[in-house]
């Protein structure tokens, strides 16, 4: 008779290997993060991961499509979460405006590599452009949905397009 503890059991699984996209997109990801997106070429990746840079094209279609598979399942996790802390908050928009600011900020503690990567502003060029677009006037009909979502004040003044 065969008692349990005779029995096989499964260990636990065994971790999953990583794939060589996985690898070649955490040493793109790493690079973009150092130099800028536009201060990485498809050579200097591919040296980094010990391929040549053709080699690469066997993973990823270009440089975009790295970028691509990085960020969007970090937006995806952004959009997420964001929407898991704004549910929290259904009939407080202030609570539920500061839950979705303090989620952003730990995302961007927690992920310095990435963090580093969205904004890109890896040369001058960008950063004038950045600041740029930063300067531009926010149309007022967002700022009135805005404040119908309750999250401006109704006594407050909104800005008017220039």
């Known amino acids: 008779m065969t008692t349990v503890d005779q029995q096989q059991r499964p260990g636990p699984p065994a971790p999953r290997r ?27 990746i591919g040296s980094a991961a010990g391929v040549t840079g053709p080699a690469l094209y066997h993973h990823f279609a270009g440089k975009e499509a790295m970028l691509a598979a990085a960020l969007i399942p970090v937006s995806e996790g952004l959009l997420h979460g964001g929407r898991e802390r704004v549910a929290r908050h259904p009939e407080d928009a202030r609570a539920a405006l500061t839950d979705l600011i303090e ?16 904004p890109g502003a890896s040369r001058p060029g960008r950063i004038a452009e950045d600041r740029a677009a930063l300067e531009e006037a926010i149309p007022a009909d967002f700022w009135h949905e805005l404040r119908a979502a309750g999250l401006v004040n109704p006594a407050a003044p909104l800005p008017t397009a220039a």
């Open 103 to 118: 989620f952003h900020v730990e995302f961007a503690l927690a992920n310095p590599v990435v963090a580093a990567v969205i």
């Open 18 to 44: 990583r794939s060589r996209r996985d690898e070649i997109l955490e040493i793109a990801v790493g690079l973009f993060a150092a130099r800028g997106y536009h201060g990485v070429s498809m050579d200097d």
